[in-house]
């Protein structure tokens, strides 16, 4: 009798084992095929950015529906194509908003991977989520050198440290050697103050010498002060580092005072800049990331993208950097061909792929390759004018009588 006790007791243990054992299996198995790729973001859909990025979900939702309708992402620890879910919030251009929703981003919706959000100072705190949880991290218009200095190691940027944003400018400038001295006019801000930290620099070996330094807080109104200062130095160039209200608000100001220099460079003067000033926005000069001819990557899926979306490039310039995040993402996905963290992050450091912005890759730190390239305004519209390679049109040079 207790031979027949002790037997069914055996069988009833393996019976619970091989049960448990089960269950266990079929868990793990869940765990390591999901179902979709999720990628989580937030967007500046209001407050001071927004005029810059605000409908930016629709161009993250327009490229998923692209990706897809071409059947998503090919995970191979899936052995699928996985769709793509865009996660999105508004960040109400705010660096504690920002990262309370990249803690739940994390936390909540559980993303794969994250995007950054728009500028330097809104992505220095919304970067402290994913470095404390571990989670990958695509910082994309954000490239105040303060973000990378701090030892991080779950983040990258695809776009060039600010120091050398306007480079390809003043290699213009050195090589057509007509501008003499500069005048700088600089939002006291992250991304403003390291631009002109590496253009002071890049001015200096092209030649150009400082005559007026003028820096302000981002909410200045009234800017007769400074702009009366640089008309008793007469610069060739003035060279505005600054976000979008302010260097509107710069701009219309020196057009109603006659301040005429031989050029203006505006660093940020997309659709709501040129929209903003009117008649007052030809001429100048400032950066971009892309524009139609240029023929890097898969130029025809970014304007399939654009199209879905609605959003005009001459509105908002800085999309491109936003799709070369997209593709950046898919890639490294594709690459580590898992949604493991830790190897999603190993292969995003070693990433070299091209993008319509050209190459990208990173630096120890994080920071990224993709660099800005002058882009007039001429006939009011937007048309890089260096390198000659790349160009599509000439340079001019407004007031200086060429």
């Known amino acids: 009798m207790k031979t027949c006790n002790n037997r069914a007791l055996l069988i009833s243990f393996i019976t619970i084992f091989t049960l448990g054992t089960m269950i266990l299996f079929a868990k793990t198995t869940f765990a390591e095929s999901p179902k979709e790729i999720r990628i989580g973001a937030t967007v500046s859909m209001s407050g001071k950015f927004s005029t810059e990025i605000g409908p930016f979900k629709k161009l993250m939702e327009a490229y998923a529906t692209t990706i897809n309708s071409r059947g998503g992402i090919y995970v191979k620890s899936a052995g699928a194509r996985l769709p793509v879910k865009f996660i999105v919030y508004d960040d109400k251009s705010d660096g504690p908003t920002a990262r309370k929703f990249y803690e739940r981003l994390i936390s909540v919706d559980n993303a794969d991977i994250l995007l950054g959000p728009y ?19 695509i910082a994309i218009c954000a490239n105040s050198q303060k973000v990378y200095n701090r030892g991080f190691k779950w983040i990258v940027c695809v776009i060039d440290a600010a120091p050398r944003y306007t480079h390809r400018y003043w290699d213009m400038i050195k090589a057509e050697g007509w501008a003499k001295t500069v005048a700088f006019v600089v939002e006291d801000t992250l991304h403003p103050q390291g631009v ?5 620099k890049l001015a200096e070996l092209a030649g150009l010498k400082e005559v007026s330094l003028n820096v302000l807080p981002a909410n200045t109104h009234d800017f007769t002060a400074a702009i ?10 003035v060279f505005v580092s600054a976000n979008v209200p302010f260097s509107i608000a710069f701009m ?22 040129k929209k903003g000033l009117g008649a007052g926005a030809e001429g100048v000069i400032g950066q971009s990331y892309w524009t139609q001819g240029m023929n890097y990557g898969n130029p025809e899926r970014f304007t399939e993208i654009m199209d879905r979306s609605g959003i005009s490039l001459d509105d ?16 490294a996905i594709e690459r580590a061909g898992s949604l493991d963290r830790e190897k999603l992050m190993e292969t995003l450091k070693r990433l070299k792929v091209m993008t319509i912005g050209g190459v990208v890759s990173f630096a120890k730190n994080g920071v ?27 340079h001019r040079y407004p007031g200086s009588g060429k």
């Not at 500028?119 to 991290?137: D, G």
């Not at 908002?316 to 890639?331: R, S």
């Open 368 to 394: 990224g390759t993709i660099n800005t390239y002058p882009s007039q305004i001429i006939g009011g519209q937007y048309h890089i004018v260096w390198p000659p390679d790349i160009a599509t049109a000439k």
């Open 196 to 200: 002109y930290r590496g253009a002071k």
């Open 119 to 137: 500028s330097s100072p809104v992505t220095f705190a919304a970067s402290v989520a994913a470095e404390e949880n571990k989670v990958p991290f």
């Open 316 to 331: 908002f310039p800085w999309a491109p950097a936003y799709m070369v995040a997209f593709e950046t993402a898919t890639q």
């Open 252 to 273: 219309r100001q020196a057009r109603e005072l006659g301040l005429n220099p031989k050029e203006f460079h505006v660093i940020h003067h997309g659709g709501v800049f």
């Open 228 to 237: 009366v200062k640089i008309q008793k130095k007469s610069p060739d160039v």
